[in-house]
Structures are given as structure tokens and as C-alpha cells.
């Protein structure tokens, strides 16, 4: 083959640029940390990129909701537990005035006292969230579900919340009761309170058969809380179990994605190394080619 | 036996094929770095009279037109790849939501706030967020399909430059033809003429695919676009580019409101009264194609003959390349983000005027409805087109709608329908339980990725397909160009190879001329001293 000027020409500047794209192109994913910056350097690796993207994205709004319901769920616990607790002490009270012995002076002071417990029971039921939901009063949060009419000793307590629940999905595909109805807590008619309240009103009137019906009807609230805040316990664990696939799939997407998107940055240093040798041999070869010729020997 | 005159003929002969290599040695290596040159040679040939000496024929040029016409094809490939590549390159940005921004991004965002909202219904932060993720995501539509749109004005404005450049060039190749035809005829060397012309036809083949077809007074014919004639031995045609069909972003020039100013299609400007009719032309063609023709055109300017327009398929080079990507690549994918919007608005609003907002009102809209596109008549006096303009064809009904995507005005947060507007099922209290109920947001969040939107696929995959369209196709012409490419290295190689001058060659040429002078001077010389010799003895 003929070496022509034109073809050395030709060799310099093909074999240099072919390396000073290999420099770019590597010195370009070291400095970006990705693989790919454009659809059409690899078609299949960016879908794969923004499918995986989509799905952290979904995780993470689906994270949110269970958190929400999470807190809602657990104040709600909270909640009745102390309900529970309470009630606990009305009933030491209730059964210490039930006997023959007592006066109706203290009948009339536990009843005062009571009504303080029933206050802090009613405040309970109507508690807010930070944002001012009303925990207790299912999809109607923007008002207290419970009102009480009448003052002491004769006070009757009225829900007015909702009996509708809002479904929200807390896991892919996963939709559950979000939300927690007075029914569920504190009986379909708010018969707890009603039952402390009518407990109230028999202490206040000394009146011992209404005392000890009231007694009676106190344990069976009881039991609807507590079973109630076991149910509720039933449902914040199993929102827990839940909400493990959430976070198993999130940082499952989120190694996929990394595995196409985030560049092997060892390799590409190897890659602008190697890259750098060979420009710097190209740079002598040409150098030597050049020099070399018939002038410099025909005089 | 040969005369001593006879023998210093030989000599002369001798010393006048030398000073003809020696010329063409120097004239190569003055030439040796310009770009197109083809070194010459000189024949060197007994003289015609047997024993009279030397005759040294040419310059000849040596030329391998075989390398050359396959390189010129091959620089024709790389050509339409690269006129591909350059447009797609364009689009590519547009679409590529790798940077987590981007339509797709937009759409996943406003289905997460759509989501996020079912979770609280009455919270106006979420209630907000679903507002700004809407505001994003309409920005974006609009965003791309201006992409899209500039795209394709960038794409018109460069086929005509590539037009002008073929023309110009056709224009120099006709020019040489008759230089080289006044010269030949008058004796002289048309090589360098040639090597001119022939730098010329490649630089064509690159733009457009041609047909060179030598004829013997050395004039070549170039024709293109399927067979068309672009040079004819001294003349060549003008190549023009033009839009056949209504843009997809040029106005139709219809008159709407009758006042003698030609509006768009959706401008919104209302009829004055019942009846108003489009005035002006209808537009001829409901699609869109760039068309090249080759037109005859006087020294006015004026087009005095055209040939019929020339499909896409038949041009190659660059040019074919750029109408390639226009007329098939890019105006459906315009359309079809045009489609999204348009059926988007659609069926959102369905669901969102039988929802309920916190204030118990119902039937709100979101998006801001988009008319059907060929709607232009106003038959009813409401101020709303009700009817096609009379012998006008028929557009998609959702052209340009991603331009006209809005919320509807007077949207506040309040007013988002998160809730079922359905009292028997179950009974909902407007005054406590309608706005904690998510029925409606949550039909709207699964809308986003329902196939029932995009009849049978869903809008993330419809503009997934758009994307990965694009990035195969660019893939694919930077691939072509690449090979194109090394191909046309290989050959250029081949050809610089062969007609190409070395230097170190022509230095020995030089020398061998050198002493061949010498020589053929030392013949004279001889000749010289024996005709004195014979003087003295006759003297």
C-alpha cells in the first residue's frame, strides 16, 4: 500500500480523535456518576432507569400514607388505653360507694370526682391530630364527634361523628381502614360515657339499685374498650407487616436502579487511563513518522 | 544509420522528457497537502518514428473511480444518518426525563399527589400539592410539545439550508462542465478542473443520493431523487424544500369572528353571533410532509418549470435524512402527545365533575375543556364552535391540544372533588363526612395509569413508547453514522492511498529526472565534440 502524505494525514487525526472520545466519554461518567445521560446511548437501560425511578417514587408516597395511619392508629391506641384506664379507677370508686356504709356526702363527692374522669374521657374521644382531625369521628374529622347535653349530675352524651371509614392504600395494592369511628371505640352509641354519666347521676342521688346497675353496665364497657384497643392493636400490626413488603420493595427498585444508573467508577478510571497511554503513543508514533523521510537524505 | 542531427534530436528529445517528469514531480509536491488532488504522471513513450527518441505524454492523472463512486455512496449513508441524528438529537432532550424532570416524571408526581390526597382529603397542603403537581405536569406537556414543535421548524430551516447547499453546489459542478469542456477543446490540461469537480460531486453526495454519469467530452450528468436530472452537461435545477399540509404548529389561516383577520384553530376568540362562517382556505391536507422538488428557475429568480415533488424515500443524503425525521418519526409523535392531553382532559373531568368538593358543590371541572380541533362554525349563537368549516378535511380533533392545556379557571384548592357525589350509597353528611371521604381522588389516581384513558394502554406507557422510539432511533442513526463513517475512512483511505501524492515518490522522481537530464545532455555533448572532430578532418 502507498503511504501517502494525505493518508498519514488521515491516520494522525482518525487515531487521535478516536482517542480523545474514549477520554470524553469516560472523563464525562467519572464526573457524573451515570452510566448513560440520553435515552439512545442505551434505550433498554434508561427504560429501565425511569420504570424504576416510577416505583421508588410510588414507595415513598405509599410510605407516606402508612405513616399517617400509623400515627392516627397508634394516638388512637394511646387513647384508648387510657380510656381504659380510667375506667378502671371509676370502677374502684363505683364499687367502694356501692356498699351500705357510705354517706350520701361521699356518693356526692366521688360523684364530682367521676364527672372529672368523665371530662378527661370525653376530651379523649374528641382529641386532635397536629393538623386538627378529630381522631375518633371516622370521615367527619373536621368536628367533634362527641357533644354532651346537660350539666351535672344529669349529662347526656351524643355522638355525632361518622360510622363511614376511609380506605387508604398503605402497601402496593393494599388498601385498609384508615380511620378510627367512635363505634369502634367507645360503643355504637357512645355507651361508655353514657354509662359513666348515668353512674354519675346515681352516686349524685344516693340511689343504690341505680348504682349497682350502673356497676354492671360498667363492666360491659369495659370489656368493648378493651377488646376494642385489641383490635386496634390487631390492625396496627398487621399495617406493620405491611408496610415491611413497602420498604423491601423500595430498596429492592432502588438497587435495580442503582445497578444501571450508577457508573462502576473504577473501570472508567482504568478505561481514561489506558485511553491516556495510548494517546501519548500515538503522539510519538506520529511524531517519529513525520520526521522520517527521502528529504532528509536526497540532496 | 542515424544521422548526427538525428542523435542530437535523441538527445533533445531526452532532455524535454526529463524537464516534463521534473514539472510534474514539482507540480505534485506543491500539491501534495491540497485537499481532493490526484498526483499525476507523466507517460514516457518511444517517440512515433521508430529510433528518433523519447516522448513524454500527460500529464496524466491517476484516478480510481470505482473507490471513488463507492466512497461518494457511502458518504451518502452517512449523510442520511447524520441528518437523522442531528434532528433526533434535538428531540431527544425534550423527552429525557433521566434527570427526574420530564412528562413521565410529572405524571408519576401528580398520580402521588393524587394518592397523598386520598389519604387526608380535607388537607389543604395535599389539597395544594395536587394543584402545583397539575400546574407542573401541564407545563411539561406544553413543554414538550414545544420541544417537539421547534424541532421540527429547526428541521424545515435546515432542509432548506441543505437544499441551498445542494443547489450551490450543483450549480459549481454545471460551471466546471463547461470549463472543462472550453479547455479540453482548446488543448489545455483539465486535471486540476477535474479534481475540483470530482471534490465537489463528494461534497453533493454527502447531501443528497446522485447518479454521476460520465460522458466523453468529460461533463458529467448528475441525477438524484430517484432518476430527476439535477445537472444537465451546463445547467443545473434548483432544489427547494416545502411543507405540504397545515404544521403542526402553523395557523390555517381560517377567519373565524368574520373580521377579515385569519385566526387559529383554538385561539378561543368567540363568534359575534349565530352563523359566522370561516372565511379563507380551508386547509388542503389534515397531515403534515416536507416535499423537495426541482424547479427550473430564471435569472429573475422566477420558477419558469418544476418537476413533481420528490417523496422522502428517494433522496438519501442528509436532506433525505431531515425529511426522514420529520415526515415519519416526529409529526405522529406531536400527535400523539397532542392525544394524550386531549383524552386526559376528557376523562379526568368526567370523574372530577361527579365527584364533590369540601364545600359540598358538584359538576367543577379541572382541566379547562379543549375543543374538537375541527370545530369552526358557531351554530347556536353561544359563543362555542359547534361545527366543521364547510369543505374543510378533517384533523385529528385533538390537534394542538397540549397547547391548550389549562386548569380551568378560578380553580382553588378547596374546590378539588376528592369525594363521591353518590347520597344513596352511601348517605354522606355534606356538612361533616363529605370531606373526609376519598372516594372520587382515589378513581382519579388510579386513572393515571388506567388503560382507559389511552384506549387499551396507559399514558405513562404511550409516552414510554415515545421515548424509547426516539432513543432507538437516534441509537440507530448514531450507529449508522459511526459505521458510515469508518466505512468512509477505509475507503478514503484506499483512494488517498492510490492517487494521493508521496512525497518521498516524487523526491526520487525528481532525482531519476535529474540524471536522466544529465544523460541525455551528455548526449549532446558527444554529439557535439564528434561533429567538431569531423569539421577538423574536413577542415
Redesign the interface.
Known amino acids: 500500500m502507498r503511504v501517502t502524505n494525505a493518508l498519514i494525514q488521515k491516520f494522525v487525526s482518525t487515531s487521535t480523535s478516536g482517542i480523545k472520545e474514549v477520554l470524553f466519554d469516560a472523563a464525562k461518567k467519572i464526573s457524573s456518576g451515570r452510566v448513560i445521560d440520553t435515552p439512545s446511548e442505551d434505550p433498554i437501560r434508561a427504560a429501565k432507569i425511569v420504570r424504576m425511578d416510577r416505583l421508588i417514587k410510588q414507595m415513598e408516597t405509599i410510605d407516606k400514607s402508612y405513616q399517617r395511619v400509623r400515627s392516627d392508629l397508634s394516638a388512637a391506641e394511646q387513647g384508648l388505653s387510657h380510656a381504659s384506664q380510667s375506667l378502671t379507677e371509676i370502677k374502684s370508686m363505683a364499687i367502694a360507694m356501692a356498699t351500705d356504709t357510705v354517706s350520701a356526702t361521699d356518693r356526692d363527692a366521688t360523684a364530682q370526682t367521676i364527672q372529672g374522669f368523665l371530662d378527661q374521657l370525653l376530651n379523649t374521644a374528641n382529641r386532635q391530630q397536629e393538623d386538627g382531625r378529630h381522631l375518633f369521628a371516622g370521615i367527619a374529622e373536621g368536628k367533634a364527634p362527641y357533644s354532651v347535653v346537660g350539666a351535672f349530675p344529669a349529662t347526656t352524651v351524643a355522638y355525632e361523628g361518622s360510622t363511614v371509614s376511609r380506605e387508604v392504600e398503605v402497601a402496593p395494592g393494599v388498601k385498609v381502614d384508615a380511620t378510627v369511628t367512635g363505634a369502634q371505640s367507645f360503643g355504637a352509641n357512645g355507651e361508655v360515657f353514657q354509662t359513666v354519666a348515668d353512674l354519675i347521676t346515681a352516686l349524685d342521688a344516693n340511689n343504690d339499685a341505680a348504682i349497682e346497675a350502673s356497676l354492671n353496665a360498667l363492666d360491659t364497657q369495659m370489656e368493648t374498650v378493651v377488646v376494642n384497643l385489641a383490635s386496634l392493636g390487631t390492625r396496627i400490626r398487621a399495617l406493620d407487616e405491611t408496610n415491611t413488603i413497602t420498604e423491601d420493595l423500595k430498596i429492592q427498585y432502588m438497587l435495580s436502579k442503582a445497578d444501571v444508573e450508577e457508573v462502576d467508577v473504577t473501570a472508567e478510571i482504568t478505561r481514561y487511563t489506558t485511553a491516556e497511554t495510548s494517546l501519548q503513543a500515538v503522539v510519538e508514533v506520529t511524531r517519529r513518522l513525520m520526521s522520517n523521510s527521502l528529504a532528509s537524505f536526497l540532496r | 544509420m542515424p544521422s548526427i542531427n538525428e542523435i542530437l534530436s535523441i538527445g533533445r528529445s531526452g532532455l524535454g522528457a526529463s524537464r516534463t517528469r521534473l514539472a510534474i514531480a514539482s507540480f505534485n509536491i506543491a500539491n501534495?497537502?491540497t485537499p481532493g488532488y490526484s498526483?499525476q504522471v507523466a507517460d514516457l513513450v518511444p517517440s512515433a518514428t521508430p529510433g528518433t527518441g523519447v516522448d513524454a505524454l500527460g500529464p496524466r492523472a491517476i484516478r480510481n473511480q470505482f473507490v471513488a463512486r463507492s466512497l461518494a455512496t457511502t458518504l451518502g449513508n452517512r449523510g442520511f444518518y447524520q441528518g437523522r441524528a442531528t434532528t433526533?438529537?434535538l428531540v431527544?432532550?425534550t423527552?429525557?426525563?433521566?434527570d427526574?424532570v420530564g412528562l413521565?416524571?410529572s405524571l408519576?408526581?401528580f398520580q402521588?399527589a393524587l394518592?397523598?390526597l386520598?389519604?387526608?382529603?380535607?388537607?389543604s397542603a395535599e389539597r395544594q400539592q395536587v394543584l402545583g403537581t397539575a400546574e407542573q405536569m401541564i407545563a411539561q406537556f406544553k413543554a414538550v410539545r414545544h420541544g417537539f414543535q421547534e424541532a421540527m421548524e429547526v428541521g424545515e430551516g435546515q432542509a432548506q439550508n441543505v437544499a441551498n447547499q445542494i443547489t450551490l453546489r450543483a450549480r459549481q459542478v454545471a460551471k466546471l462542465n463547461g470549463q472543462i469542456q472550453h479547455m479540453a477543446q482548446s488543448g489545455e490540461s483539465i486535471e486540476a478542473l477535474i479534481d475540483t469537480r470530482d471534490q465537489v460531486v463528494l461534497e453533493l453526495s454527502e447531501l443528497i443520493e446522485i447518479d454521476v454519469i460520465p460522458q466523453n467530452d468529460n461533463s458529467v450528468l448528475i441525477y438524484a431523487g430517484g432518476g430527476r436530472p439535477l445537472v444537465t452537461d451546463t445547467d443545473s435545477l434548483v432544489v427547494k424544500v416545502s411543507p405540504l399540509g397545515p404544521a403542526p404548529y402553523d395557523d390555517v389561516g381560517l377567519d373565524f369572528d368574520g373580521d377579515g383577520d385569519p385566526d387559529s384553530n383554538n385561539d378561543g376568540i368567540p363568534f359575534n353571533e349565530p352563523g359566522d362562517v370561516a372565511v379563507g382556505a380551508a386547509p388542503a391536507t389534515a397531515g403534515y410532509q416536507l416535499t423537495v422538488t426541482f424547479e427550473r428557475v430564471n435569472e429573475d429568480g422566477v420558477t419558469t418549470s418544476a418537476l413533481a415533488p420528490i417523496p422522502g424515500h428517494d433522496l438519501g443524503g442528509e436532506l433525505g435524512g431531515l425529511l426522514d425525521a420529520q415526515n415519519v418519526t416526529l409529526s405522529d409523535k406531536i400527535d400523539t402527545v397532542d392525544e394524550m392531553a386531549y383524552r386526559l382532559v376528557i376523562e379526568f373531568n368526567k370523574l372530577h365533575t361527579a365527584g364533590t368538593d369540601i364545600n359540598g358543590q358538584t359538576q367543577n371541572l379541572f382541566f379547562k375543556p379543549i375543543p374538537d380541533a375541527n370545530l369552526a362554525i358557531d351554530t347556536d349563537g353561544d359563543g362555542i364552535a359547534d361545527q366543521p368549516a364547510p369543505g374543510a378535511d378533517l384533523l385529528n380533533p385533538w390537534a394542538r391540544a397540549a397547547e391548550s392545556l389549562e386548569l380551568v379557571d378560578g380553580l382553588t384548592f378547596d374546590k378539588i372533588a376528592a369525594a363521591q357525589d353518590d347520597p344513596q350509597n352511601?348517605a354522606?353528611?355534606p356538612a361533616?363526612?363529605l370531606?373526609?371521604?376519598?372516594t372520587k381522588v382515589?378513581e382519579m389516581a388510579d386513572l393515571i395509569t388506567s388503560t382507559i384513558v389511552m384506549n387499551g394502554t396507559t399514558l405513562?406507557a404511550t409516552f414510554?413508547k415515545i421515548?424509547?422510539d426516539?432513543?432507538?432511533e437516534?441509537?440507530a442513526a448514531?450507529i449508522g453514522v459511526f459505521t458510515e463513517d469508518a466505512s468512509a475512512?477505509q475507503l478514503?483511505?484506499l483512494l488517498?492511498?492510490?492517487t494521493?501524492?508521496?512525497?518521498?515518490?516524487e523526491?526520487?522522481e525528481m532525482?531519476l529526472a535529474n540524471q536522466a537530464f544529465e544523460a541525455a545532455g551528455m548526449i549532446i555533448r558527444n554529439v557535439d565534440e564528434m561533429a567538431e572532430t569531423l569539421l577538423r578532418l574536413v577542415g
Open positions: 501534495a497537502n498526483r433526533l438529537a431527544q432532550e423527552v429525557n426525563d433521566l427526574g413521565v416524571t408519576d408526581n402521588n394518592r397523598e386520598s389519604a387526608n382529603p380535607a388537607g352511601p354522606l353528611d361533616t363526612e370531606a373526609g371521604d376519598n382515589l405513562q414510554d421515548v424509547q426516539i432513543a432507538q437516534t441509537q448514531d475512512t478514503s483511505n488517498v492511498a492510490e494521493a501524492v508521496s512525497i518521498d515518490e523526491m526520487i532525482t
